[in-house]
């Protein structure tokens, strides 16, 4: 059975910084594409960032690139992404999704993956 549980989220000023992870179970990590979706009151869950940890490649929403950064602990089975100089916009749920993805397909959409955390609050104050 799949599990997959989000930690770190929490309160911060615009220009700060948090980490969130995701601790994986139930299947053979390395295997599995691993994103980050966000869904902002009255939005849309929209992809964050993907990573793909057999071979390392990784994506990002424009909107996010030069400021958080996806990475992995293949031995801990663990996700995480480092979120530096947040903007109130980033304002959000924030959700773990895995799933057999190939390499450079649609990582960002939503109905590419099966399976879900229960995800983890990110709020950002000006």
């Given at each position: 059975?799949?599990?997959?549980v989000?930690?770190?989220?929490?309160?911060?000023?615009?220009?700060?910084?948090?980490?969130?992870?995701?601790?994986?179970?139930?299947?053979?990590?390395?295997?599995?594409?691993?994103?980050?979706?966000?869904q902002?009151?009255?939005?849309?869950?929209?992809?964050?960032?993907?990573?793909?940890?057999?071979g390392?490649?990784?994506?990002?929403?424009?909107?996010?690139?030069?400021?958080?950064?996806?990475?992995?602990?293949?031995?801990?089975?663990?996700l995480?992404?480092?979120?530096?100089?947040?903007?109130?916009?980033?304002?959000?749920?924030?959700?773990?999704a895995?799933?057999?993805?190939?390499?450079?397909?649609?990582?960002?959409?939503?109905?590419?993956?099966?399976?879900?955390?229960?995800?983890?609050?990110?709020?950002?104050?000006?």
């Amino acid at each position: 059975q799949v599990q997959l549980v989000e930690s770190g989220g929490g309160s911060v000023q615009a220009g700060g910084s948090l980490r969130l992870s995701c601790a994986a179970s139930g299947y053979t990590y390395s295997s599995y594409c691993m994103g980050w979706f966000r869904q902002a009151p009255g939005k849309e869950r929209e992809g964050v960032a993907a990573i793909y940890p057999s071979g390392g490649s990784t994506y990002y929403a424009d909107s996010v690139k030069g400021r958080f950064t996806i990475s992995q602990d293949n031995a801990k089975n663990t996700l995480y992404l480092q979120m530096n100089s947040l903007k109130p916009e980033d304002t959000a749920m924030y959700y773990c999704a895995a799933d057999l993805l190939p390499d450079g397909g649609s990582w960002y959409e939503l109905y590419e993956y099966n399976y879900w955390g229960q995800g983890t609050q990110v709020t950002v104050s000006s």
